[in-house]
Structures are given as C-alpha cells and as structure tokens.
C-alpha cells in the first residue's frame, strides 16, 4: 500500500510547506543498510559470517535514491523505534530505523507536563514545522544535575497539539537509550539524530506516533 494512499484523508485537511530531502547529504553518506554506529558490542557475527544487530542499533538501508518529498516517519511507541520511509519504484520502502527514548508515562498525551508523548490520530499525522541548532540548549531534570546540555545538535519541532514538542538528541542522557524516559519529546542518540537532519529530515516531513500496543500500518506489511 503506498503511502500517499494512506494519507489521503490528511491531504484534505492539511498542507505541508516541504522542503527537499538532502539527496545531496544522502549520497555522502555512505553505501546503504550500514550502521551509524561505531559500538562493536552492536555487531555479532554468526558461524556462516553474517551480522546480526542488537534492536538498539541504528540501520540504514538506503542512503539516497526515494523520490523526491516523499520520505516520511514512523515513530512506534511498542518497538521503541524511530523508521524512515520513502518511495522508490512506486513502493513504499524502509529507508532507515533508530532507537528512541520516549516518554516515561505511556498514553496519549493530555495535557502540557504530563510527561507523555503524544499520539497522531489515523490519517492526520504530525510534521516537522521547524529544526533548530540545540547543540546549546541546556535542561534541568530535577535529578540534581542542575542545567546541562540536554538536546544534541538538533530539535526537529513537530506541529502537535502540544508545544515544545520534538526530535531531538540525548546529550547526558544516552545510557537511557532505547527505553521510557522523557518528558514527552521523542530521543535519538547524538549521532542518530544529526544523520537523521544531514540524510532525512526537512520542514513538512509527515511524522506518524502510533498508540501505545499498535501493530504494523498497512504499508509496513
């Protein structure tokens, strides 16, 4: 099933101002389905020589060749994952997937401090609406670190319900990756979400956050 099938209900309801898709960077990026890791303890090499990764391992399958404004995200609350998807040959195809941190309360978000990430009703997806430098953005968690650097190098703001919303980094708070700790924005790892920005990213990218238990979407099938 192709996506723009999927969306045809949010073409009605919404316009997206996209951007491209940083072929450019893409192609710089390297030979397709790599790690943006450099962990060995990720890799473990079978007895007929091929590589198995552990779930919490970034994967990039295709590094350049989608069409163009068609990649869009899928954030699975159940996997715990972050996947990119794009078009390529008509088909909607998985361009990449990363580990993510989540909230540390599970559930659709109700209000502003409830310490939920928020979930996009079926057909209506979230969007990118702006990415901002946060490699100096400080936080403080309550956890008597006091204010540290908190973001990474990027804050990809979704357009949700809810301000202060987004993709961003884990600068300080890697060793929880993946798992249930934030305060409703959605963390990758420093590098992850800098390779995200450079390869995938661009303001009007649909962004997809599934229920809490829900399974595969049509085109994940």
């Known amino acids: 099933m192709k996506f723009k099938q999927f969306l045809a209900i949010a073409a009605c309801v919404m316009l997206l101002s996209c951007g ?14 790599q790690t943006t890791t450099t962990d060995d303890a990720a890799e473990r090499v079978a007895a007929d020589g091929s590589i198995s990764y552990r779930p919490d391992t970034a994967r990039i399958f295709h590094a350049s060749g989608w069409d163009d404004g068609s990649a869009f995200i899928v954030i699975s609350k159940r996997e715990l994952r972050l996947k990119v998807y794009g078009t390529i040959n008509g088909d909607t195809t998985l361009l990449a997937q990363y580990p993510v941190c989540l909230s ?20 209506k997806p979230f969007y990118i609406k702006q990415i901002q430098d946060a490699s100096n953005w400080k936080h403080d968690f309550g956890d008597g670190r006091g204010e540290i650097l908190s973001y990474g190098p990027w804050f990809m703001r979704l357009a949700t319900p ?4 987004g993709i961003h980094g884990s600068t300080n708070n890697e060793n929880k990756m993946p798992g249930r700790d934030s305060e409703g924005c959605i963390r990758l790892r420093d590098n ?12 009007g990218m649909p962004v997809i956050i599934k229920t809490e ?7 994940e099938r």
Request: glycine share 14%; charged share 25%.
């Open 213 to 219: 238990n829900q399974g595969p979407l049509p085109f």
């Open 192 to 203: 992850d979400v800098d390779h995200l920005k450079r390869t995938f990213a661009y303001v």
């Open 162 to 165: 809810f301000n202060g919303i």
């Open 20 to 33: 491209g898709n940083n072929k450019a960077d893409a192609q710089a990026a390297g030979a397709t389905e």
């Open 104 to 123: 540390r309360n599970k559930g659709q978000k109700g209000r502003s401090g409830d310490m939920r990430t928020p979930e996009s009703e079926p057909g």
